[in-house]
C-alpha cells in the first residue's frame, strides 16, 4: 500500500522553527521527486519546495528560499522539511506528495503532477 504520512506540524511564534517529516510506505522516496506544498484557508494548494530523485536537486519557491531547506533520509524512507523563521503567513495545512521522477522539472509545480498524498500537518505561526 502506498502511503504518505505528514506530521510535526504544531503551534509557534514568529521567528521560530519546526521540522515536518514525510513518512513514506509502500515505495521508496528517492525513486520519487518528493514535494511539500501548503494550503492556506481560503486559498490554493502551492509547492514550497521539491527534491529531485536522481541528483537531489532542492527547488524552493521564493516565498520560503533561505527559510525552508528540503531533506531526505534514505534509510528512514523520510523526507524532511526544516522550517525556520516562521512567519504568520506561513500559516497552512501542510501536504508532502511523491511525483514519479519521469516528470519534467517544469511539471513539478503543478500538484496535478504528483502521484501520491499524505493528509497534511497544520502548521500554525502566532504573531
Known amino acids: 500500500e502506498v502511503q504518505l504520512q505528514a506530521s510535526g506540524g504544531g503551534l509557534v511564534q514568529a521567528g521560530g522553527s519546526l521540522r515536518l517529516s514525510c513518512a513514506a510506505s509502500g515505495f521508496t522516496i528517492n525513486q520519487y521527486t518528493i514535494g511539500w506544498f501548503r494550503q492556506a484557508p481560503g486559498k490554493e494548494r502551492e509547492v514550497v519546495s521539491f527534491?529531485?530523485?536522481?541528483?537531489?536537486?532542492?527547488i524552493n519557491a521564493d516565498s520560503v528560499k533561505g527559510r525552508f531547506t528540503i531533506s531526505r533520509d534514505n534509510a528512514k524512507n523520510t523526507v524532511y522539511l526544516q522550517m525556520n523563521n516562521l512567519q504568520p503567513e506561513d500559516t497552512a495545512v501542510y501536504f508532502c506528495a511523491a511525483a514519479s521522477r519521469r516528470k519534467i522539472l517544469s511539471s513539478l509545480w503543478a500538484k496535478a503532477s504528483y502521484d501520491y498524498w499524505g493528509r497534511g500537518t497544520q502548521v500554525t505561526v502566532s504573531s
Open positions: 527534491l529531485r530523485p536522481t541528483n537531489s536537486n532542492t
